[in-house]
């Protein structure tokens, strides 16, 4: 019963975590880049086992957020030439950061205390059993404790330059002319966004984190009017997600991270077909209206 | 002898392709103007005002604001881009969209103040849009649209003020607040320039023209600049100064 609760929190602060940053991103049209930075930042994980020969939350951070910084910023220099469209360019990027990951990872298997198959799907089950102890009690989840400090951080910093992103994401040229450091606050956003990845990776691995970033920003995007909503919709969305997901997954002794995104894709076709039914019955509405 | 609102000097900017879109450009614009950059499509309008703006790259040249590079006085030159160039989607209210002109006043943790709500609420009233501050941006008419990104450079507090294009598709009413809002701007002896397609209108809207076609072809007050021979040097042979009404009525329908 307790591993429930814990697996439950752990889930809620991570697909938080990813909907608040994926709002940015859907935003900015560039979900993508999330994709690309959630899987590269598997490499900087594996470098920071490899250097700190063993686990550490602040190597990997610290890793993740280096590789995510590095893909972002190829992406960018590689876009520059006249030749590689953008698509293309971060496509090649991602895919071999994260098969050297893959490849280190089995070449130093006994080192690095990381399994292939947890890394690509994660396996959230296994939470409540890696604990964080202190002063000989255990605490909780280490998965738990890395997710809420991410999620805390990412509140606090959206917080407080909710003004530049907004802008930076409305109209990223008018923001050069008003002279706001656009480079700067993307940077600081692709950092958020590696760091969620690691925050994440424990719980739902490098794919299906891309559906938390994505998926509940898009649905919150179509019902949302305002920035501020829209990242009140995507939480919403998902809570709503990990909760029918976990179900499904009770349900039918399924995987549960794939079960949640299973359930944000079902939300997000819901609202769409939901929207779409509205739409024609104001439709027959006014069109009865004119009629009388 | 006061520094002009804008001085270009041997500005040359260039895309992917070998050959420049503006060459040598140089031009001088007087304080407290009304001014219209002409020329043919692809003559380089509104690159110029990129390039002035420092959103595109300059191959070669200077450009200077009140005898300053642009760094030293964003605050004064408030810039709208053309419309199009906009994501009109975006969850935003109106209000929220006038408020960005205020973001270079704030530090970047800092919200806008009581006295920056009424600076945009003034703004939107001016250009008739203040029944519409708590609207989503996406539904207004395009001419709306125009009005909220002109109400957000009116609340910058620029001393110049680069427009792409602003009367491009709107409606009649906004072509009257617009120049309703030059008139203002004029008496405070605030400069405008505008990237303008409209030959016909130059006349009526603007005092200062100037003519681009890769190049400066000519720059001056209307009368001097608008003759039939620059007119014919700027855009080509077979051109006519009077397009048939019919063309401009599909225009503002």
Redesign the interface.
């Known amino acids: 019963m307790m591993s429930d609760i814990w697996i439950l929190a752990t889930a809620c602060l991570v697909a938080s975590s990813c909907a608040l940053v994926g709002v940015f991103l859907v935003l900015r049209r560039q979900s993508l880049l999330g994709d690309a930075i959630s899987h590269s930042v598997l490499l900087g994980i594996v470098l920071s086992y490899l250097m700190m020969d063993g686990r550490s939350e602040i190597a990997m951070m610290v890793g993740a957020v280096i590789m995510g910084l590095l893909t972002a910023w190829l992406a960018e220099w590689l876009q520059k030439h006249p030749l590689l469209k953008s698509d293309v360019s971060i496509g090649m990027i991602f895919t071999s950061f994260f098969a050297l990951g893959v490849v280190l990872i089995s070449v130093y298997a006994g080192q690095i205390d990381l399994d292939q198959e947890c890394v690509l799907y994660g396996e959230i089950a296994f939470v409540p059993f890696d604990t964080v102890i202190w002063g000989g009690e255990s605490m909780g989840p280490r998965a738990f404790w890395l997710a809420l400090v991410v999620f805390l951080v990412n509140v606090s910093v959206i917080a407080v330059v909710f003004e530049r992103y907004r802008l930076m994401a409305f109209h990223p040229v008018l923001a050069v002319a008003l002279g706001v450091s656009v480079p700067m606050w993307h940077t600081l956003l692709m950092a958020q966004v590696s760091l969620t990845t690691v925050a994440s990776f424990d719980a739902v691995g490098a794919i299906l984190v891309v559906a938390l970033l994505v998926i509940p920003a898009s649905s919150a995007y179509l019902v949302a009017t305002s920035l501020k909503t829209m990242l009140v919709w995507a939480l919403g969305y998902a809570q709503l997600s990990v909760l029918l997901g976990y179900g499904l997954a009770v349900w039918l002794d399924s995987a549960i991270a794939a079960s949640i995104a299973v359930m944000a894709g079902v939300l997000l076709l819901a609202t769409i077909l939901f929207q779409q039914l509205i739409q024609k019955q104001s439709q027959k509405a006014s069109l009865a209206s004119e009629a009388h | 002898m006061i520094a002009p609102p804008l001085k270009v000097q041997n500005l040359t900017m260039r895309y ?1 392709q070998a050959q420049p879109v503006l060459k040598s450009v140089s031009f001088e614009i007087p304080q407290g103007h009304t001014v219209a950059i002409i020329g043919p499509n692809g003559a380089g309008k509104s690159t110029l005002l990129k390039g002035v ?3 595109a790259p300059l191959v070669s040249g200077q450009v200077s604001m009140f005898g300053h590079p642009l ?1 030293k006085n ?2 004064s ?1 408030a ?1 709208v ?1 053309q419309r199009d ?3 009109w989607d ?4 109106v209000m ?2 006038v408020l ?2 205020r ?2 006043h ?1 530090r ?5 103040s009581a006295s920056d709500r009424t600076l945009a609420e003034e703004a939107l009233n001016q250009l008739g849009m203040l029944d519409y501050k708590d609207r ?1 941006i996406s539904q207004l008419s395009g001419g709306q649209q125009q009005r909220v990104f002109l109400a957000r450079a009116l609340v ?1 507090q620029a001393e110049l003020y680069l427009m792409d294009e602003p009367f491009a598709g709107v409606d009649m009413k906004t072509e009257k607040a617009i120049i309703d809002l030059f008139g203002r701007l004029k008496q405070a002896n605030k400069t405008i320039v505008c990237v303008h397609h409209d030959l016909n209108t130059v006349a009526d809207y603007f005092d200062w023209v100037v003519l681009v076609n890769r190049g400066v072809i000519a720059s001056g007050p209307v009368n001097a600049v608008m003759t039939p021979e620059k007119i014919q040097q700027a855009f080509g042979g077979g051109f006519s100064m009077m397009p048939s009404t019919s063309a401009k009525e599909v225009k503002h329908g």
């Open positions: 992917h703006m420092g959103l760094e964003r605050l030159v810039y881009p160039e906009s994501d975006f969850p935003i209210q929220d969209v960005m002109g973001q270079g704030l970047f943790w800092q919200r806008p989503q910058q």
